[in-house]
């Protein structure tokens, strides 16, 4: 079985992330859409880039770092970031002011990130400590 957790918290992120956009004029993002496709992982040259929820929530700001114009479609900012390495757009949009995250996509890499390192224990193998639980 397969499972996409960023997908998972995307879902479970939706009713806010719906309720921002239903906001009208009250909402810190009123009249800024919110395109579906900035919430998965954007092609990279190397892999894929996960976006913060503040970054996707300015689909104008992540154009103007790709350089996709001032009406941009999200197709054309997907094609854009298809052209660079992750750590490429990591650092542009770390300069202005957003974020993201290249996905690992091996679990041989993610348990060597030192990041993830909290989340794992090791007796004779090792496994995702609570409240996490596969079975």
Do not use: K, N
């Amino acid at each position: 079985m397969d499972s996409s957790l960023l997908s998972a918290a995307t879902l479970l992120q939706q009713p806010v992330l719906d309720a921002i956009a239903a906001a009208g004029d009250t909402g810190p993002h009123a009249g800024r859409p919110v395109w579906t496709s900035l919430h998965r992982p954007l092609p990279t040259a190397d892999g894929y880039l996960a976006l913060s929820t503040h970054t996707r929530m300015q689909p104008d700001r992540v154009a103007a770092v790709c350089g996709a114009g001032h009406q941009p479609s999200a197709e054309s900012i997907t094609a854009r970031f298809r052209r660079e390495r992750s750590g490429t757009w990591v650092e542009r949009l770390a300069e202005a002011g957003l974020s993201g995250v290249p996905v690992c996509t091996s679990l041989a890499a993610l348990a060597r990130d030192p990041r993830f390192a909290p989340a794992l224990q090791h007796d004779m193998c090792t496994f995702i400590r609570p409240p996490w639980e596969f079975s």
